[in-house]
Nanobody, 116 residues
């Protein structure tokens, strides 16, 4: 079955960096776009970044453009989110997502807290 396992979250000071990873299994990873979302209490889940399956085209939310970079390693079935110049408003639970032919799948999420 499809599994997505995020890691790499934690507590970081404003201006710091974190790298999130999402290890995927149970589907042909190289065939699907992968996305990162984030959610804070009381708010809807927000799309942060997406990367296409083959040529690696990317899309970002305006709030993270120039600071976050999404990438993928198809051989390792892993998608990454490099987050630089972190701000307190980036604090959220970050989720990995894949929309396959049949349905959308989510990981369990990893907490990112940006605070001094």
């Amino acid at each position: 079955q499809v599994q997505l396992v995020e890691s790499g979250g934690g507590l970081v000071q404003p201006g710091g960096s974190l790298r999130l990873s999402c290890a995927a299994s149970g589907f042909t990873f190289s065939s699907y776009a992968m996305s990162w979302y984030r959610q804070t209490p009381g708010k809807q889940r927000e799309l942060v970044a997406t990367i296409t399956p083959s040529w690696g085209g990317t899309n970002y939310a305006d709030s993270v453009k120039g600071r976050f970079t999404i990438s993928r390693d198809n051989a390792k079935y892993t998608v990454y989110l490099q987050m630089n110049s972190l701000k307190p408003e980036d604090t959220a639970v970050y989720y990995c997502n894949v929309q396959t032919t049949f349905r959308s799948y989510w990981g369990q999420g990893t907490q990112v807290t940006v605070s001094s």
